[in-house]
């Protein structure tokens, strides 16, 4: 069964790191792309970028790049998204996904940045 | 970016009714690279079509999606209960692979 697992919720302050990551199980991890999107509270989706686990290459939306990076580890199959300094309008549910067309999703990650 | 425009915002319909959504991209869509995507409150996305026209795996037969170029229609036959929700169209032909800003389909 595929999956994809994400980590649990978190609340940071303005100014903190945080990575959040997406395990996937279940298929060929480096054959899939994981794409995230972001969806704040009451909006629609957006997507912030995707990284091909076999090699790392790596797009970003120009709304997010420069603000997160994407990365992943395919020895343990798991895809990441980080920030260096969180801001209160990075408050959302992120969600990883597999592939351009995605298939499967992860429950998503919510985000709380507070002060 | 190629920006994708649905509409309308909002659909009210009742069930057994015929929904149509529209996407419209301010570019041509690479290969027809355009898939839809439904989302209820809650819960993550869930993957309609795929190609345009293609329905993914599980998916019914009342959902059908067409179109090629700039023009992408989402068609729902027969409305069930079920199929109230928001609606989401995505271009993953080029980067960035953009969203539509969704259709909400509500109950009349």
């Known amino acids: 069964e595929v999956q994809l697992v994400q980590s649990a919720a978190e609340v940071k302050k303005p100014g903190e790191s945080l990575r959040i990551s997406c395990k996937g199980s279940g298929y060929s991890f480096t054959s899939y792309w994981i794409t995230w999107v972001r969806q704040m509270p009451g909006k629609g989706l957006e997507w912030m970028g995707a990284i091909d686990p076999s090699d790392s290459y790596t797009y970003y939306s120009p709304s997010f790049q420069g603000h997160v990076a994407i990365s992943a580890d395919k020895s343990i199959n798991t895809a990441y998204l980080q920030w260096s300094s969180l801001k209160a309008s990075d408050t959302a549910m992120y969600y990883c996904?597999?592939?351009?067309?995605?298939?499967?999703w992860g429950r998503g990650t919510l985000v709380t940045v507070s002060s | 970016e190629n920006v994708l425009t649905q509409s309308p915002g909002t659909l009210s319909l009742s069930p057994g009714e015929r929904a149509t959504l529209s996407c419209r991209a301010s570019r041509s869509v690479t290969s027809s690279y355009l898939a839809w995507y439904q989302q209820k409150p809650g819960q993550a996305p869930r993957l309609l079509i795929y190609?345009?026209?293609s329905r993914a795996t599980g998916i019914p037969d009342r959902f059908s999606g067409s179109g090629s170029g700039t023009d992408f229609t989402l068609t729902i036959s027969r409305l069930e209960p079920e199929d109230f929700a928001v609606y989401y169209c995505q271009q993953y032909g080029t980067s960035p692979w953009t969203f539509g800003q969704g259709t909400k389909v509500e109950i009349k």
């Open positions: 996904a597999r592939e351009r067309a995605s298939d499967y």
């Open positions: 190609g345009a026209s």
